[in-house]
C-alpha cells in the first residue's frame, strides 16, 4: 500500500468531482485501516456535489457507507484480523477513498466469501434498524409507510420480514418504485393519488386511522398524507428522513390528537453502535437485502462515470434509487 499516494473522491466545485490524493490518518489503538471496495452514495453527498449542507469550503472529501477489508489493527482492538471484510457505519464522512482509518466500534464483519461489496453497503440499513427499534411497533400493529424510496423500501424490508406489525400500508407515487414496494408488499400498497389509493385513505380515516406512519418523503405533501392517515389518538409519527430542504406542516393536529413524534436519525440513539453488528447479522439472515437496489455504480477512477452517479442520485433520473462508487 502506497500511504503516500491515497487517492479519494473530491468535490472541488459545484458539481464537478475530481481524484486527488487523500492524507492517511496514523492508525491508532482503537482504529482499524481499511481498504476500500464500495462506498455508497448517500442523499447527503447528493447535497453535497452541489456545495449544500457542506463542511466547509470546496474542496472536501465524501463518502460514509465505506465497505472493504481491513488491513491493519489498532493495538488494543478486539474481535477483528487483517483480512476481515467488514462496512463502516458512522465514524466519518471521508470513506470514498482507497484507504481510510475508522474507529473499530464503527465497524461490523461481513461473510468472508462477499464479492458483491456493493450489495454490502449496510450503513443505511443501520439507520433503518435504529428507526424500527426506536418506534415502538407493537404486536399486531398497522403501519403506514409514506415513500417508497431506497430507505422506504429497506424499511419496508425490515417490516416484513421481521416486525411485529399486523398490517402494512405503503404509499408511492413513482410507478417503478411503487411496483418495488408490492413485489414486498402486494397488498395495501398505493398511489395516494390514483383513485384507488385515495378510497383506501379514506377507509383508513373513517376506521380511525394507523397506529404507526414511517414518513419518507420529507414533503409538505408527505406529511399532509401522514397526517391523514395516523390515528387520531395517540398515534405515532415517525420521522425517518429528512432531505435538509425547509418544509411546513401544521403541528395542530399532532397536539391535539397526542400524536408522539419521533426523529428517528442516528442521533436519537446514544449506543447507535451497538446496532452496527446487529444489522450485520439480520442482513446474513436475509431480513434486509440492500443490493435488490443498487441501481448505479462506478469505478473510483472513472471520473465521467463517478460525476455521472453523483448528478443522478440528486435528480433521480435513468430509474435511479441507489449508487455505489466501487473500488
Same mark, same amino acid.
Given at each position: ?146 415513500? *417508497? ?5 429497506? @424499511?419496508?424490508?425490515? +417490516? #416484513?420480514? !421481521? =416486525? %411485529?406489525?399486523?398490517?402494512?400500508? /405503503? $404509499? ?53 398524507? *401522514? ?5 387520531? @389518538?395517540?398515534?405515532? +409519527? #415517525?420521522? !425517518? =428522513? %429528512?432531505?435538509?430542504?425547509?418544509? /411546513? $406542516? ?76 466501487? $473500488?
Amino acid at each position: 500500500m502506497d500511504k503516500l499516494n491515497n487517492q479519494g473522491i473530491w468535490i472541488t466545485a459545484d458539481g464537478v468531482a475530481e481524484l486527488r490524493p487523500v492524507p492517511l490518518a496514523p492508525v491508532g489503538p482503537h482504529d482499524l485501516l481499511i481498504e476500500t471496495k464500495a462506498c455508497g452514495v448517500c442523499a447527503w453527498d447528493a447535497k453535497l456535489y452541489h456545495g449544500q449542507s457542506a463542511p466547509g469550503d470546496f474542496p472536501y472529501v465524501i463518502g460514509h457507507e465505506g465497505v472493504g477489508i481491513v488491513r491493519e489493527v489498532g493495538s488494543l482492538v478486539r474481535g477483528f484480523k487483517v483480512g476481515d471484510k467488514v462496512f463502516c457505519s458512522s465514524g466519518g464522512n471521508e470513506m470514498m477513498v482507497q484507504y481510510f482509518v475508522q474507529d473499530a466500534s464503527c465497524a461490523a464483519k461481513i461473510p468472508d466469501d462477499t464479492e458483491d461489496y456493493g450489495a454490502m453497503v449496510l450503513e443505511p440499513t443501520v439507520c433503518v434498524v435504529n428507526l424500527l427499534e426506536k418506534a415502538g411497533i407493537r404486536p399486531g400493529d398497522h403501519v403506514a409507510l409514506v415513500g *417508497a424510496g431506497y430507505m422506504g423500501l429497506i @424499511t419496508l424490508q425490515g +417490516l #416484513v420480514r !421481521g =416486525s %411485529w406489525a399486523g398490517r402494512i400500508s /405503503t $404509499f408511492e407515487i413513482q410507478p417503478e418504485r411503487l411496483e418495488l414496494a408490492r413485489r414486498l408488499s402486494p397488498e395495501h400498497t398505493y398511489d395516494p393519488y390514483s383513485q384507488e389509493g385515495e378510497a383506501y385513505i379514506r377507509q383508513l380515516e373513517a376506521q380511525g386511522g394507523v397506529d404507526v406512519v414511517i414518513e419518507f418523503a420529507a414533503t409538505d405533501s408527505g406529511f399532509a398524507l *401522514a397526517n391523514r392517515l395516523i390515528r387520531k @389518538t395517540g398515534g405515532v +409519527l #415517525v420521522l !425517518g =428522513s %429528512w432531505h435538509r430542504d425547509q418544509v /411546513t $406542516f401544521d403541528g395542530s393536529l399532532w397536539h391535539l390528537s397526542g400524536v408522539t413524534v419521533l426523529n428517528l436519525s442516528p442521533m436519537s440513539n446514544r449506543h447507535y453502535t451497538d446496532l452496527i453488528p446487529r444489522t450485520a447479522a439480520l442482513a446474513e439472515r436475509g431480513i434486509y437485502t440492500p443490493g435488490d437496489y443498487l441501481t448505479h455504480t462506478a469505478c473510483f477512477d472513472d471520473l465521467e462515470g463517478v460525476n455521472r452517479v453523483l448528478d443522478i442520485s440528486g435528480t433521480k433520473e435513468d430509474g435511479y434509487i441507489k449508487g455505489a462508487i466501487l $473500488f
